[in-house]
């Protein structure tokens, strides 16, 4: 029993010693725990990091997206991309070839095809009444509708007064084959009678419906109202034929 005493005496003291330095070694880890802790926190806080890594400001998933047209093209069996921006470009092309189809079918007749003369003055109770006809001298057949354009103007190309009123009347399509005419009346009251001031023009210059180029012929009818009382000069849609 002497023997065997200080042997667990020993056993004590060794087990303390060992507990002590346990501690001490827990209590070293602890410390080195708070320094490991901070960058135990930068995986968590680079995870988001990493998706935005893709494109800055760009959201999760923008850059697939922006390859789906791509892949949905070679889904298609027609290998359309089926894309929004396709349609708009399809469409726009429908509406740039409308105009061609449009200017191919027309049967407005140009102011190439057509020739314009002044007919015989039909006078009455003080107004002079001139048929103003155009004539289809075109090899086709074209069409005029409404009211031709017209102006007075002098030797040297000024307009003389101010362009002729429209007279009410309902517009209607002329059909003109070749060589065929169709007629306008151009209406004022007699200078003379008015007492409006008056001008000889040496040219009327006559554009036909929805054309801009006009065509001219001489003037040699005498004078025509351009200022003051009754000075209004009157034009009328065209109708078939060259005159009343």
């Known amino acids: 029993m002497a023997y065997t005493f200080p042997s667990r005496h020993r056993t004590l003291a060794l087990a303390s010693a060992g507990a002590l330095t346990v501690l001490g070694l827990l ?93 015989r003055n039909d006078p009455g109770a003080g107004q002079e009444n001139f048929p103003l006809v155009l004539t289809n001298v075109s090899s086709r057949t074209c069409t005029v509708r409404g009211y031709p354009g017209a102006a007075f103007v002098d030797a040297s190309g000024k307009q003389l007064g101010p362009d002729p009123k429209r007279s009410p009347g309902s517009p209607s399509t002329v059909t003109l084959q070749p060589h065929e005419s169709a007629w306008a009346g151009l209406t004022f009251a007699n200078p003379e009678v008015s007492e409006a001031r008056a001008a000889t023009p040496a040219t009327l210059v006559v554009t036909p419906p929805d054309e801009r180029d006009p065509l001219r012929v001489r003037w040699t009818a005498g004078p025509v109202p351009v200022g003051g009382n009754a000075s209004s000069v009157y034009v009328t849609v065209l109708r078939p034929g060259t005159g009343p």
């Open 27 to 119: 209590s070293a880890c602890g410390t080195g725990s708070d320094t490991v802790s901070s960058p135990q926190k930068v995986p968590g806080a680079a995870a988001p990091a990493t998706g935005d890594a893709t494109n800055g400001d760009t959201p999760p998933g923008a850059a697939s997206g922006a390859s789906t047209p791509a892949d949905d093209s070679a889904a298609r069996p027609d290998g359309s991309s089926g894309s929004t921006g396709s349609a708009p470009s399809a469409h726009s092309s429908a509406t740039r070839a409308a105009p061609q189809g449009t200017s191919a079918g027309s049967t407005r007749c140009h102011t190439s095809e057509l020739r314009a003369t002044v007919g």
